[in-house]
């Protein structure tokens, strides 16, 4: 097997024709060796339906679906843990990732490269608020986290086989695929592109709050400098506590009459307050990370499975 192609989906009857219309010509270009891998969450719609009726038709087209919805990150795993290929591509169904930029990122791969990753120049179609966390999600990971993330990226990549294996070995549990593939490391090479608007419907993703839970997952995942950003805040705040302690001394010593009020008081325990709610934040997204880790359940449990022979 040359080439596997893995899809997450979730109700998307709509948009898998046009999909497989638009990839079957380009993977064919490049070689008959080829599977399609669908990773369905259950959906209310008739997305197994169209999958399975288009399987009939061409057994390289292959179902993953789960005995419940474990969200697109585990989707993108599983089928990249089923996959056979020597390369992998991991790509949306909407075609928001154009199938005719999989001929470059071969061409990538077959010179050496073990990521062929595409880079985001423009985003067709997303809102405002979904960029701003996007840009500023990517410059503070990078800042702080102990992998450099590509800028303006996502899941859609091409795979060596040893990437692929390295990444599954990794068994973590958040799902933060690139992330994930950032430590595995090896040599990458970027693929700028324009991303075109979705094909059809909706996306079936929070936009603000689920790019804001990725980018959680960037920042405390793969980075401790938040913990360090809360101690030094801590002591930044004594310090600044005794310094007004050493002024308010040196004003009642000199005479000099200052007011001690109400406001003063309420200012001091709101912001003292906060700073340890922002504390306590902070530990409880490390732990919960580490109970998801330490409970060690599966990240997937895979409800039927056609066309795997194993």
Not at 22 to 34: A, C, K, Q, V
Not at 55 to 70: G, P, T, Y
Not at 139 to 147: P, Q, R, S
Request: proline residues 6%; hydrophobic residues 45%.
């Amino acid at each position: 097997m040359l080439l596997s192609v893995v899809v997450p989906v979730y109700k998307e009857e709509g948009n898998i024709p046009e999909f497989l219309r638009r990839i079957r010509p380009i993977l064919s270009g490049i070689t008959e060796d080829y599977e399609i891998i669908f990773s369905l969450d259950p959906s209310p719609d008739r997305t197994e339906d169209v999958i399975l009726e288009h399987r009939a038709a061409d057994a390289r087209i292959k179902l993953l679906k789960f005995s419940r919805r474990f969200g697109q990150p585990m989707a993108s795993l599983a089928g990249m843990e089923y996959a056979r290929g020597e390369a992998v591509i991991v790509m949306d169904v909407d075609l928001q990732d154009p199938p005719e930029l999989i001929h470059e990122m071969v061409v990538k791969w077959r010179e050496g490269y073990d990521v062929a990753l595409p880079q985001r120049r423009q985003r067709t179609g997303e809102p405002w608020i979904k960029k701003l966390v996007a840009s500023t999600g990517y410059k503070v990971i990078n800042k702080i986290a102990d992998v450099r993330i590509p800028p303006n990226t996502g899941d859609f990549r091409l795979m060596s086989r040893r990437v692929v294996q390295e990444v599954v070995r990794l068994k973590e549990s958040h799902g933060f695929l690139r992330g994930m593939v950032a430590v595995v490391g090896f040599k990458q090479a970027l693929i700028p592109f324009d991303r075109p608007s979705r094909f059809t419907g909706e996306t079936n993703y929070n936009r603000f709050f689920g790019s804001l839970r990725i980018g959680f997952n960037g920042i405390f995942c793969f980075s401790t400098y938040a913990l360090t950003l809360s101690t030094m805040a801590g002591f930044g705040i004594a310090g600044l506590s005794f310094l007004i302690a050493l002024a308010y001394l040196g004003m009642k010593l000199a005479g000099f009459p200052f007011p001690l009020g109400n406001p003063t008081v309420v200012i001091l325990m709101l912001f003292m307050g906060g700073i340890q709610l922002i504390s306590v934040g902070i530990l409880g997204e490390y732990i919960g990370r580490i109970y998801e880790e330490v409970r060690a359940r599966p990240k997937f449990i895979v409800d039927r499975a056609e066309g795997f022979k194993d």
